[in-house]
Nanobody
Framework: QVQLVESGGGLVQPGGSLRLSCAVS????????MGWYRQAPGKERELVAT???????SYADSVKGRFTISRDNAKTAVYLQMNSLKPEDTAVYYC?????????WGQGTQVTISS
């Protein structure tokens, strides 16, 4: 059974940094894209960043230059380094993996940016 488990969320002051991790357990085949989404209270879930198996990355305009997505070579983990955090980055962050056959989601980790 495949599980995605996020960690690394928390409460940080504006301007601070966090590094989110997503550990993948179980066997996943034919991965296309690994990524991070987020959902703020009262808002729809939005794409934050993606990385392909060819290491091509893509970012939402709101996080470009501040966030960096990466993964390990075995595709058993995906990371999101978040710098220069702003209050508007406050949300639950979800790990996502798209494969040829289906999508997988983690349970989410809360990120709160507040002074």
């Amino acid at each position: 059974q495949v599980q995605l488990v996020e960690s690394g969320g928390g409460l940080v002051q504006p301007g601070g940094s966090l590094r989110l991790s997503c550990a993948v357990s179980g066997s996943i085949f034919s991965i296309n894209i690994m990524g991070w989404y987020r959902q703020a209270p009262g808002k729809e879930r939005e794409l934050v960043a993606t990385i392909t198996t060819g290491d091509r990355t893509s970012y939402a305009d709101s996080v470009k230059g501040r966030f960096t997505i990466s993964r390990d070579n075995a595709k058993t983990a995906v990371y999101l380094q978040m710098n220069s955090l702003k209050p508007e980055d406050t949300a639950v962050y979800y790990c996502h993996i798209e494969t040829r056959y289906r999508d997988y989601w983690g349970q989410g980790t809360q990120v709160t940016i507040s002074s």
